[in-house]
C-alpha cells in the first residue's frame, strides 16, 4: 500500500528565502508525483506533475525533483513571497493502473512579510 | 475557475436530512473522483469512476451514495449522516486513471 510523508509539517521563513519542501513514498512503482497547493478552506491547485520518465519539472519559481529509486520527491520555492503562503500538498498513486493518488498530510507553509 | 465546479459551496444538514453534492466537469475527463478532507487529517479517498463505471469504493459507508450519470458529472447523495462526517468534499477529475489531477474548490459540509 502507498504511504506519504511529508517534511516539515510548518514552516515558516522570511520573504526571499529559497525552501525546499520534502516528500517520500513507500511504494516505488509509480508513474507520476503530482504536487498541489491548498489556501485555507479551499480547493486544490495542480502546481507541478513529474512523469516517472522525468527527474523535474520546473514552473516559474518552482521545481519540483523526483527520485523514485530512493522514494523521494522535493518541492523547491525560490525566492519566497507572502503570496506563497499556503499548504502544500504532495501525491502519489496508489500502484497499479488504478490511478488512485494518496496525499500526504501536507506542509503548511507561511512566509513573513 | 479549474474547470471542475461544485455545488453548493457550503452545505449545513441535519442528521435526518437528505441532500446531494454535484460535480460537473467540462475538460473531457474520463475519470471523477470523490474525495474528504477532515481536519488535521490527509485527503481520503471515497469514490472513483471511470467511463462511469465505479472503479473504487473505498470501505466508504453506505450513508454516502455516488451517482455517474455521464463523464462529466458525479453526485455524491447523503442521508443519515452523523456529525463526524463534517468536512470539506473535493471532487477531481482527469484525463484517464493516472494521469494529472484537476480539483474543485470544494464543499463544506456540516452535519448538525
Known amino acids: 500500500k502507498q504511504e506519504v510523508t511529508q517534511i516539515p509539517a510548518a514552516l515558516s521563513v522570511p520573504e526571499g528565502e529559497n525552501l525546499v519542501l520534502n516528500c517520500s513514498f513507500t511504494d516505488s512503482a509509480i508513474y507520476n508525483l503530482q504536487w498541489f497547493r491548498q489556501d485555507p478552506g479551499k480547493g486544490l491547485t495542480s502546481l507541478l506533475l513529474i512523469q516517472s520518465s522525468q527527474r523535474e519539472q520546473t514552473s516559474g519559481r518552482l521545481n519540483a525533483s523526483l527520485d523514485k529509486s530512493s522514494g523521494r520527491s522535493t518541492l523547491y520555492i525560490a525566492a519566497s513571497q507572502p503570496g506563497d503562503s499556503a499548504t502544500y500538498l504532495c501525491?502519489?498513486?496508489?500502484?497499479?493502473?488504478?490511478?488512485?493518488?494518496?496525499f500526504g498530510k501536507g506542509t503548511k507553509l507561511s512566509v513573513k512579510p | 475557475e479549474t474547470g471542475v465546479t461544485q455545488t453548493p459551496r457550503h452545505l449545513v444538514m441535519g442528521m435526518t436530512n437528505k441532500k446531494s453534492l454535484k460535480c460537473e466537469q467540462h475538460l473531457g475527463h474520463n475519470a471523477m473522483y470523490w474525495y474528504k478532507q477532515s481536519a488535521k487529517k490527509p485527503l481520503e479517498l471515497m469514490f472513483v469512476?471511470?467511463?462511469?463505471?465505479?472503479?473504487e469504493n473505498n470501505s466508504v459507508p453506505s450513508r454516502f451514495s455516488p451517482e455517474c450519470p455521464n463523464s462529466s458529472h458525479l453526485f455524491l447523495h447523503l442521508h443519515t449522516l452523523q456529525p463526524e462526517d463534517s468536512a470539506l468534499y473535493l471532487c477531481a477529475s482527469s484525463r484517464a486513471l493516472g494521469a494529472g489531477y484537476t480539483f474543485g474548490s470544494g464543499t463544506r459540509l456540516t452535519v448538525v
Open positions: 501525491a502519489a498513486p496508489y500502484g497499479g493502473s488504478q490511478g488512485n493518488l494518496i
Open positions: 469512476y471511470n467511463f462511469k463505471e465505479q472503479t
